[in-house]
Nanobody
Framework: QVQLVESGGGLVQAGGSLRLSCAAS????????VGWFRQAPGKEREFVAA????????YYADSVSGRFTISRDNAKNTVNLQMYSLKDEDTADYYC?????????????????WGQGTQVTVSS
């Protein structure tokens, strides 16, 4: 099975940028669809973005579309989430997750492997 570790979280001012990384070990990440989810205090976990196995297809939640970019480097076994124009409401713990579905899925229950999360705090 694959193990996932997120990094890159931190404190940023509103309007700023952050780049989150998800590093995999144990197996090649190229066999997995990878998604990013987030969970704010007191709220349910929500889908943010996902990328297909090859990287040719991506999908974003409406709330981040146009501001976030997901990408992957299968040679380095990593998936990144570049976040621009951050807003207060982007404050959350961010998790990367992987599944072996054929296509991109947005439901968290479809993801089998999860990282421990990285915290993003946006201050205004």
């Amino acid at each position: 099975q694959v193990q996932l570790v997120e990094s890159g979280g931190g404190l940023v001012q509103a309007g700023g940028s952050l780049r989150l990384s998800c590093a995999a070990s144990g197996r090649s990440l190229s066999s997995y669809v990878v998604g990013w989810f987030r969970q704010a205090p007191g709220k349910e976990r929500e889908f943010v973005a996902a990328i297909s196995r090859s990287g040719s297809n991506t999908y974003y939640a409406d709330s981040v579309s146009g501001r976030f970019t997901i990408s992957r480097d299968n040679a380095k076994n990593t998936v990144n989430l570049q976040m621009y124009s951050l807003k207060d409401e982007d404050t959350a713990d961010y998790y990367c997750a992987a599944n072996r579905e054929i296509t991109i899925v947005t439901m968290s229950r479809k993801y089998d492997y999860w990282g421990q999360g990285t915290q993003v705090t946006v201050s205004s």
